[in-house]
């Protein structure tokens, strides 16, 4: 086995898809899953910053399921069904990790500006990829390049999710009360 990090078949801008195919690297697939790959990058800055073991612990396990979730993203369509292991039980999985994280803070009445905390500001960041790459996947769902509308559901609720956390993150980290978008001033 090489332990070659390059195969120079991307070479020509093309990338394979998981079962047959090849796609233009800029093509709507490989965005979306960069993107989600971006995310999970993020959420690991996040997650090595974290000062809460329940933080670091749901994080790996997100971060788990979005290499499941790029696989799908990656499949062509005809092999996407091989891949699929984002359902409405890991969309749950997220909705109660929310519940059980939002009864331990309290919530914001307006925007707030991140950077309360660096394990938060990291959080934020990854929401807003997350935010990104949700929008990447709706774009494939809605053209009909994609079939599983739990990839769309699950990355709301991940956003949602890490919101949660950031906010939890900024109260261990001693933030009495998070930054608000709007100044007194205002």
Same mark, same amino acid.
């Given at each position: =086995? ?11 801008? +093309? ?22 790959? *971006?995310? !999970? #990058? ?23 399921? @979005? +290499?499941?979730? =790029?696989?799908? %993203?990656?499949? !062509?369509?005809? /092999? /996407? #069904? ?11 999985? @997220? ?14 009445? *307006? ?14 960041? /990854? ?5 990104? #790459? ?23 609720? @991940? ?6 956390? *950031? ?12 930054? %608000? ?6």
């Amino acid at each position: =086995m090489s332990n070659q990090l390059y195969t120079r078949t991307g070479d020509d801008g +093309y990338t394979n898809l998981l079962g047959e195919g090849r796609v233009a690297k800029y093509m709507p697939q490989p965005e979306a899953y960069g993107t989600v790959d *971006e995310a !999970s #990058a993020a959420m690991g800055v996040a997650r090595a910053a974290a000062a809460s073991d329940l933080t670091r612990s749901i994080l790996l396990t997100a971060q788990r399921d @979005l +290499y499941r979730l =790029m696989s799908e %993203l990656a499949a !062509s369509q005809q /092999a /996407a #069904a091989r891949f699929r292991f984002i359902d409405a039980g890991r969309v749950r999985w @997220l909705e109660d990790q929310i519940e059980a994280v939002t009864a331990q803070i309290t919530w914001p009445r *307006e925007f707030i500006v991140p950077g309360d905390s660096a394990p938060g500001a990291w959080l934020d960041l /990854a929401r807003a990829i997350v935010r990104r #790459a949700e929008r990447l996947v709706v774009h494939l769902l809605h053209d009909g390049l994609i079939e599983n509308p739990e990839l769309c559901r699950y990355l709301n609720r @991940l956003s949602s999710l890490l919101f949660a956390l *950031e906010l939890r993150e900024n109260a261990l980290a001693g933030a009495a009360a998070p930054t %608000l978008a709007r100044s007194i001033d205002d």
